[in-house]
């Protein structure tokens, strides 16, 4: 499976950007996918998660209420972001991780355990 990020810019502190993450390849399986985003020099951390089969979501900061996550017929995997702030500055990475459920979607991006990820989509957000 193949990840390809887009959607990824630069905006002013309060707007908004929508990422989408297309997946090539066998897309007939159900995923878990999640979006990622890391810093130089930060550890990668999560921002949301979802389950394609189901629609089982993982929210990152879930009283935030800044982030959504949701996906199409064709297992693409949007995250909306909200009132961005410089501190939402960073490369957003798309995985995913076939044959999963519900249950396994908030362990396995809590471990990181995806098998596939993209190359990632740089935000960036000015004052």
């Known amino acids: 499976l193949h990840l390809v990020e887009s959607g990824g810019g630069s905006v002013q502190a309060g707007g908004s950007l929508i990422l989408s993450c297309t997946p090539s390849?066998?897309?007939?399986?159900?995923?878990?996918m999640a979006w990622f985003r890391q810093t130089p020099g930060n550890e990668r951390e999560a921002a949301a998660g979802?389950?394609?089969?189901?629609?089982?979501r993982y929210l990152h900061n879930p009283g935030e209420d800044r982030f959504t996550i949701s996906h199409d017929n064709a297992n693409n995997v949007y995250l909306g972001m909200n009132n961005l702030g410089v501190d939402d500055n960073a490369t957003y990475y798309c995985?995913?991780?076939?044959?999963?459920?519900?249950?396994?979607?908030?362990?396995?991006?809590?471990?990181?355990?995806?098998?596939?990820w993209g190359q990632g989509t740089q935000v960036t957000v000015s004052p």
């Open positions: 979802i389950v394609t089969s189901g629609g089982a």
């Open positions: 390849g066998d897309t007939s399986s159900a995923y878990c």
């Open positions: 995985a995913a991780q076939p044959g999963c459920s519900a249950l396994d979607l908030g362990p396995l991006i809590v471990r990181q355990g995806f098998t596939y």
